[in-house]
Structures are given as structure tokens and as C-alpha cells.
């Protein structure tokens, strides 16, 4: 019982705006700062934090005004350009956008923008509301995010690659990604973010990312999580689509101590779709937590939802899902499957797949699944001579796949299936 | 489209047919709770100190406890010490036969439809009938003893064998194991309990019928069923509440425990007060069932209909300790008007090569929420386990809601664990295919809930299964010819 008010008075010791004038902050940032010290770090007994022990992030003493670091050299993050030749890159240290390391030759179908421009401010923390704790405190501490604006009735041809690092070197950095996508009518763009970490502290790299899908456009987003033992993940992804509009996201963690994603799509008008794809290869002390939050809010959208996880040694993996269908809603299609693998006896998989609906005229499902590779088809490959420990690598490959494959890129799509069969400690090369 | 609303109306629209109050005498507690309201329970059913100990621990733990509030549930505050927590009709000498049975308690039995004589003429069921909180009358009593099965009511139990009520008791539901359960430990005025010996199959089906009756009395019945080595009962409960406008709390619990190779079959009836259409009165459920496989290929199986209730609580649990043994649950609960209803199982998986089956179909109408929470556990040691769920929603109106809630937690590679959910409304496809062969919407309405939760009825012994369909009908009503 006690342990609440500690963590209210720790996080009152350790997280403050430090020696910043106070007449420099929004009153945005002085309210999320307060709404944090009140509530604190969510703990077990919170519904929506069950399974996931935060107890290494409550106890790091970060630092959560980390300057960019800007050692960095366009040869050192050469081989973390996953997104394909012509992708136009954008290069973010520790939340911060750093022009010198990015792309200059863009696409004319789309600007960027400081997110605490003016122009970001009609939309910034429309979604993400600070009343979540890790919310809160990203929108006190973010700085130098982007406002990735694409303009009505264009197609972005080349991939927009969101580069991630996380500089713990030299100390623990919270770090606080924060972007804003704004896709205007009829607009088509493919982003893809990857979150890569450079430690010797442990390091949390905690983002908010919210996407504006405008009527009839088209925004696919990809996500590579993959960052070292000491890493902390807290990654938020907000979205709002409006009419015909199609969201599709794919989420694969390979790396990072501890990943918590959050999905939160609001389906607002009409024949909205979305897809939400999570693959997860855990292994060592990993926890992965995947939550998704799917709303629909209008009548004939339809949403897909498709999370496995390939649990080895002492990896923890926790799937929350939900689906709501509110009143009006009729007419939608909701579909939502969490399948897992459990590769040794220490894994443990905690699933909770969820439906919240009010409306009749629906068809919505969900089914979840844990157990292990099927014996009989390890005992096909055995009996025409592939090892076992080949066998198991080609039968995790077919079930990973199934979310490999959903990703329209094929650079990012070699990268994954190179870092797989790394992960699963196997020389056979994978291809799609 | 309108006749079909039309229709729902009218299943949605029926009242409660089984209400109505029978004057009985009571013999009743003073409102409120403390030490003395359970010390005056104590005294009043004449009990030994040990019993009383237990109750006075168990109301300490529930003075330490919140109320959870986790369930999708919504009402308003109870008022714990507005509730009279023991009410007994007046004691009227030792019955010798069902003649001397209080005539009203036997006009309301007849009400009801379950006629002692007849059901112990034609049915050969034997009935502890509970009113309001004590046994009035246990049936077949001697033909059971014969077979050395105890069955009396839970008082009787504990003057008569307080050696089995002591090793039992609290053994499958500790007293600290919820809120309701802790105040069910320390109030509980009476129950049934079960004890089927070494071997032996229970040659009839035991039944309990529950019945709450002067009002603002809180029912806190405590059941427990023990089956020793390779025994096998199987035990029917069922249900149904006069009509009433003030709210009353049902906190109940059942405890089954299961030796090596006994087999446990435990099915409910609900149909209590569920208030009327606009959610005034009606009986909030929060009951705590739960059984133990204790040893090897043990087998505990709930089956229940719900129709009743203005809320209700519930998750009938299975702990399976013994390798190879088996649960399973199996549930109908149909929501209308302003009912609420959470309920599911806990499977938690200990022992190797257990299984477990979960199918639940819930029918929501009106402006209800139905909720469905279970959690399937896996135990890093329960080797080769294996779990099936399926939980369908079926909703009947667009003003009502189907919820989905499983926790799956799996901490072993060779287990398998798979769920199944899924939310659809009638076919509109299914309706016009019935409406073609001459089928009236109507009738094919009744046909296809009735299809749908023909899974779960077959499981339920017969004199139930008819039962449960009559209860559907009437939930139903308008619909089923």
C-alpha cells in the first residue's frame, strides 16, 4: 500500500524541470509535469500495466533533458539505413531531429516542421492525452520532434525512414521522441521507424507518435524495435482516420530489455480500415508487451489485428488487445488474433484479447493461441535430414513470416529476415 | 426489419413471471453488522466455538478488504450495515412428513412447479429445500445414508460431523480469498453439504432449491461437496426470487472438493429477481464458486444457465492439482432490460496433463451488458496442459452490450492454450432461410437461441435441461412458441 506514495515522492525527487526557467515552459508542459507527480509510474495492480514490471525504469536515475548527441557521423549510422536506397532518411538523437545526419533531397509531396510550431500546435496532443503517465511525461520533456506534413491529393514515392538512437553512453538518457504525421486527403505515404540504442546506462527511449490519416489517404508505418540489454521502450502510436481513410501498422520487436507498445487507432468516420501486424522474437530476460486499443467509432470499418510472439529463455511476453465498438458503429468487421510460441520451459506468455462492444449489427472475433511448434512437422524435416535446430529455425521463419510479409518494403523486409535468423541462431538464409 | 424489432421488443419487454412473496414468519437479525450480528447468528443456529472463531476471523480479514470494482459492473454503493444478515422462518418442531411442511412454504414450492411429493414420487430427486437461509426439509435422507452419502444442510454438518465441516471448510475457498467471500465466511446463515464416501455413486441427482424471501435479508449460503476417492454426484441448484423493489445481496459460496478419480458435476439454474425494466430492484449475485481436483483424474464440471439477477458476479473455478485431471464449464447467461452481467471460470492449470474446456454463450437484449472474464492459467509445472475456450455473444438488441475479457497466462512450452470469441447478432440470412420453410420470425428466433446454447444444455441433467429451456422461453417470451 505504501509503495504508491513512495513512487509519488521518488518521482518528485527525480523528475523535474532541473534548472529551467520556469517562465521557459508552455503551461502544456508545467500541467503534464504535475499530472505525473501525481499519479506516478503505473504500478502491477493497474489493469491496463498488469504483467509488466517497471520496477528497473522507477529506479534509474534519468536524465530527461538529454542534449542531442551529435558524435555521430553519417558512416556511423550508414549500416542503420534499413529503408532502402531512395528513402529519404531522418535521423532523430535522443528525440532530437538532426539535420546534418538526414536526407536533403526530399520529395516535394511533403514538408516537415518543428513540432512545436505553430502550425504542429492545431494538432499536437490532440490524441495523446497527458493522462497517462508516460504521456505526461513526454509532453513535458520532448523537444525537436518533427511535424511530417503531406500535402492533399500526393503520393510520396520514396520511403520516409525515421531513424532512432537512444546516446546512453556517457549517462542514462530518458529520451522523448515525439512526431506528429499529418496525411491530408487522398494523400499516400509509407514511413518507417526504427529505434536502435548506443549503451553503457540503461537507457529509455519513451515515444509518442500521432498520425492524422485524412479522408481517402493512405499511411502504412512500419516499425523496427531493435535495441540493446539495457534499453527501456515505451512506445505510444496514436491514430485518427477519417473517411475511407487506410492505416495499416506493423510492429516488430526483436530487440530492447524491456519494449511496451501502446496502439490507439480511432476509427472517426466511415469505411475506415486499419491493420495492426506485431511480431515479436524474444529471448534472454526480454518482456514485450504489446497493447493495442482499436475504436470504432462509426458505422462499415473494419479492422485487422495479427500478433505473434516467439518466446525463448527466460522471455516474457504479454499480448492486450482490444476491440471497442461503440453504439453507432454498426456494420463493422473486427477481427483480432494473438498466436505465440513458447521455446523453453522459463518463457511465459500472458495474453489478454479483448471485446467491448455495444452495437448489434457487428462481426467481430478473436482467438488466441500459445503452445509449441507442431512435433509432426519437426519430425517431416528430421526425417529428410534437417537438424533440429534448423528444422525449429525453418518453422519459426513460416510463423513469423505471416507478419514479415505484410510490410510493403522490401529493404526493411530483408533486414528483418536477416536479423530473425541471427535471433534464432541459424545460417540459413531467409527470403519471402 | 420492424417486425424483428418488434420481436425484441417483446422478448425484451416480458416481466418477471416468478415473483411473488409468501408470508412465513421470520425470525430476524437486526439491521447492520458487527461482532454481536455475528455472535447473535452463532447463538441463534446453536453452534460450537470453533465455528464461531472462524466467522470472527473471517469478519476481521473482511473489515481489512475493499470492495473490488474491477468488474463491468455499474450500481450504486451497498450500504453493508442496511442489510439484515439473518432471517429464519420460525422453527415449527422436527417435520416427520412433507404434510406438516408450513402450508405456505409448500403453496410457494407449488408455484414455483417443484411440488416436493412429486419430486419425490416421480423424479426420485431429493431435494434440501432452503428458505431464506435454513433448511426446512431434506428429503431421501435415508435411502442416501444407506449408501453412507451424507447431504443436510450446512448446520446440521456442523453439529453432526464437525470433524469433515473442520478438515474442509475454507480449504478450496479460503476466507481471505475475496470481499464477498470474507463476508460470506463470517455471515453465512446455512447451506447444504455433501460428503459421497470412498466409491461411491450418488444414485440420484442432489438438489438444493434456493429461494431469498423476506425482504432486505441477504442470502449468504455456504455449500460444500466433498467427493472421496472415485466418488461421483452430481448436484443441481436452481433459483428463482419473489418480486421485489429494494436490491439484495447474494454472496454466496461453493466449495467442491474432488479426491483421486471422484468426478463432481455441478449445474445452476439462476433466475432471481432481475428487476424490472428500468433497473429498479432485483438481486446482485456475487458469488465465489470454486472446486478443487485434489488428486489424480479428478473431474469437476459447472454447468449454469443465468437469466437472473440485476447483477450478477461469478466465475465458478476449477483448480486442477491432480495430474490428468479435468474442468470444465459450460454457461448459458442471458441479460436483458438493465441487467448486468460478469461472469466466466479461472482454470488454473497445476498438475501434468490437465485439461480444460470453457464454452460460454452469452444472449444480450434490451440495455444490458453482458461480460464474459475468465483466465486460463498455466503453471510452469503443468506439463502437457490443455485448455479450450469458445465464448459467443449473441446480441439481441443495438442499445445492449457483449464484452470479451480472457487473461491467458501460459509458463509452459508443452501446454496448449487456445480462445475463441466471437460477436455477431442473429443472422438476418438465418431468419429469412427459417421465414421461407413457413417458420415464423417468432419461432425462428426462439429455434436459433436455442440452437445456439444447445451445447450447454446438453449438459445439464434432464429435469434441468427442461427447466433451463422453459427459462429461456420466458426470457424470451414472444418469440419461442
Known amino acids: 500500500m505504501n509503495t504508491l506514495t513512495e513512487t509519488i515522492s521518488e518521482t518528485e525527487q527525480h523528475i523535474s524541470f532541473g534548472n529551467i526557467a520556469s517562465e521557459k515552459l508552455t503551461p502544456e508542459r508545467k500541467l503534464a509535469i504535475d499530472t505525473f507527480n501525481r499519479s506516478g509510474f503505473p504500478s502491477l495492480k493497474d489493469e491496463e500495466w498488469k504483467y509488466l514490471d517497471l520496477s528497473v525504469l522507477k529506479n534509474t536515475p534519468f536524465n530527461h533533458q538529454a542534449p542531442a548527441c551529435t558524435k555521430l557521423s553519417l558512416s556511423d549510422i550508414e549500416k542503420y539505413k534499413v529503408a532502402g536506397a531512395d528513402a529519404i532518411t531522418l535521423v532523430f538523437i535522443n528525440g532530437v531531429y538532426c539535420p546534418e545526419l538526414s536526407s536533403q533531397n526530399r520529395d516535394s509531396g511533403f514538408s516537415i516542421e518543428s513540432v512545436e510550431s505553430e502550425l504542429a500546435s492545431r494538432w499536437l496532443g490532440k490524441l495523446a492525452k497527458a493522462d497517462e503517465p508516460f504521456i505526461a511525461l513526454n509532453t513535458a520533456f520532448h523537444h525537436g520532434g518533427l511535424l511530417i506534413h503531406i500535402n492533399a491529393e500526393q503520393e510520396v514515392k520514396q520511403t520516409i525512414h525515421l531513424l532512432h538512437f537512444n546516446d546512453s553512453r556517457h549517462e542514462a538518457v530518458a529520451a522523448y521522441p515525439r512526431n506528429l504525421v499529418v496525411a491530408e486527403k487522398n494523400s499516400k505515404v509509407q514511413l518507417i521507424a526504427t529505434y536502435h540504442s548506443l549503451n553503457n546506462f540503461t537507457s529509455l527511449t519513451n515515444s509518442v507518435t500521432e498520425f492524422f490519416v485524412g479522408e481517402n489517404a493512405f499511411v502504412e508505418y512500419d516499425v523496427k524495435q531493435d535495441e540493446n540489454e539495457k534499453a527501456l521502450q515505451i512506445n505510444y502510436v496514436y491514430a485518427q482516420q477519417k473517411r475511407d481513410s487506410v492505416f495499416d501498422i506493423s510492429t516488430v520487436t526483436i530487440g530492447g530489455k524491456m519494449v511496451r507498445n501502446n496502439l490507439n487507432i480511432a476509427l472517426t468516420e466511415t469505411g475506415g480500415t486499419a491493420h495492426l501486424n506485431g511480431l515479436t522474437v524474444g529471448g534472454k530476460n526480454q518482456t514485450v508487451d504489446n497493447h493495442t486499443l482499436v475504436d470504432h467509432a462509426s458505422p462499415h470499418c473494419e479492422s485487422f489485428q495479427l500478433y505473434k510472439n516467439i518466446l525463448d529463455d527466460n522471455a516474457h511476453g504479454i499480448f492486450n488487445g482490444k476491440i471497442f465498438v461503440r453504439q453507432d458503429a454498426q456494420k463493422t468487421n473486427a477481427f483480432q488474433s494473438s498466436k505465440n510460441v513458447l521455446l523453453s520451459d522459463d518463457a511465459v506468455m500472458n495474453a489478454k484479447p479483448q471485446l467491448e462492444i455495444y452495437a448489434d449489427d457487428v462481426k467481430c472475433s478473436h482467438g488466441a493461441t500459445t503452445g509449441q511448434l507442431d512435433e509432426e512437422a519437426l519430425f517431416y524435416f528430421r526425417s529428410r535430414g534437417i537438424g533440429k535446430k534448423d528444422a525449429l529455425a525453418l518453422l519459426n521463419y513460416a510463423f513469423a513470416g505471416d507478419v514479415i510479409e505484410k510490410i510493403n518494403n522490401d529493404a526493411l523486409k530483408a533486414d528483418l529476415l536477416k536479423l530473425l535468423a541471427q535471433k534464432l541462431n541459424t545460417e540459413i538464409e531467409f527470403e519471402i | 426489419m420492424s417486425e424483428d424489432l418488434k420481436i425484441i421488443d417483446e422478448v425484451t419487454g416480458s416481466d418477471y413471471k416468478w415473483g411473488f412473496v409468501s408470508n412465513i414468519e421470520a425470525d430476524t437479525a437486526p439491521k447492520g453488522l458487527n461482532e454481536d450480528i455475528i455472535r447473535f447468528i452463532s447463538a441463534k443456529k446453536n453452534e460450537p466455538q470453533w465455528m464461531l472463531d472462524f466467522r470472527l476471523k473471517a469478519f476481521n480479514q473482511w473489515k481489512k478488504m475493499e470492495e473490488p470494482t474491477w468488474a463491468h459492473v455499474n450500481y450504486p454503493e451497498i450500504d453493508f450495515q442496511d442489510i439484515i444478515y439473518y432471517s429464519a422462518p420460525k422453527p415449527k418442531k422436527t417435520l416427520n412428513s412433507l404434510d406438516e411442511l408450513d402450508p405456505e412454504v409448500k403453496a410457494t414450492f407449488d408455484k414455483l412447479g417443484i411440488s416436493l411429493e412429486e419430486q419425490k414420487r416421480l423424479s426420485g430427486v431429493a431435494v434440501d429445500a432452503v428458505i431464506d437461509s435454513v433448511s426446512v426439509k431434506t428429503t431421501f435422507r435415508d435411502e442416501l445414508a444407506k449408501l453412507g452419502i451424507i447431504f443436510c444442510s450446512f448446520s446440521e454438518a456442523v453439529r453432526e460431523h464437525p470433524e469433515l465441516v473442520k478438515k474442509y471448510m475454507g480449504s478450496v475457498v479460503p476466507y481471505t480469498d475475496n470481499y464477498y467471500a470474507a ?299
Open chain 2, 183 to 481: 463476508l460470506n465466511s463470517a455471515v453465512f446463515s446455512d447451506g447444504s453439504f455433501c460428503y459421497i464416501p470412498k466409491g461411491v455413486r450418488c444414485p440420484m441427482e442432489l438438489s438444493t432449491y434456493f429461494r431469498i424471501n423476506s425482504a432486505g435479508t441477504g442470502q449468504f449460503e455456504r455449500t460444500l461437496i466433498i467427493a472421496d476417492e472415485g466418488a461421483y454426484a452430481s448436484y443441481l441448484e436452481g433459483c428463482t426470487a419473489p418480486q421485489r423493489d429494494e436490491n439484495q445481496l447474494h454472496a454466496a459460496v461453493v466449495e467442491i472438493y474432488a479426491h483421486k478419480d471422484a468426478q463432481v458435476k455441478y449445474s445452476t439454474v439462476q433466475n432471481w429477481y432481475p428487476g424490472d425494466k428500468n433497473g429498479k430492484g432485483g438481486i446482485y449475485n456475487f458469488v465465489t464458486k470454486r472446486g478443487l481436483c485434489a488428486g489424480e483424474r479428478a473431474k469437476i464440471s459447472w454447468t449454469q444457465v443465468e437469466t437472473g439477477s440485476a447483477i450478477t458476479w461469478k466465475y465458478p473455478s476449477v483448480i486442477l492439482k491432480g495430474d490428468y485431471s479435468v474442468g470444465e464449464f459450460y454457461s448459458v447467461a442471458v441479460t436483458n432490460n438493465m441487467q448486468q452481467a460478469d461472469t466466466g471460470t479461472k482454470m488454473i492449470h497445476i498438475g501434468k496433463n490437465t485439461s480444460s474446456t470453457i464454452v460460454s454463450k452469452g444472449i444480450s437484449g434490451g440495455k444490458s451488458n453482458n461480460s464474459y472474464r475468465g483466465l486460463v492459467r498455466i503453471g510452469k509445472k503443468a506439463l502437457n496442459a490443455r485448455n479450450f475456450s469458445q465464448c459467443d455473444s449473441l446480441l439481441l438488441g443495438d442499445k445492449c452490450g457483449a464484452h470479451t475479457f480472457p487473461y491467458i497466462e501460459c509458463s509452459n512450452p508443452t501446454a496448449k492454450v487456445e480462445h475463441e470469441a466471437t460477436t455477431s447478432k442473429v443472422g438476418e440470412d438465418q431468419i429469412f432461410y427459417c421465414n421461407q420453410r413457413g417458420i415464423s420470425t417468432e419461432d425462428a428466433v426462439g429455434l436459433i437461441v436455442n440452437g445456439y446454447c444447445r451445447e450447454v444444455f446438453n449438459q445439464l441433467p434432464m429435469e434441468f435441461a427442461v427447466e433451463a429451456q422453459k427459462l429461456l422461453a420466458v426470457s424470451l417470451e414472444g418469440s419461442v412458441g
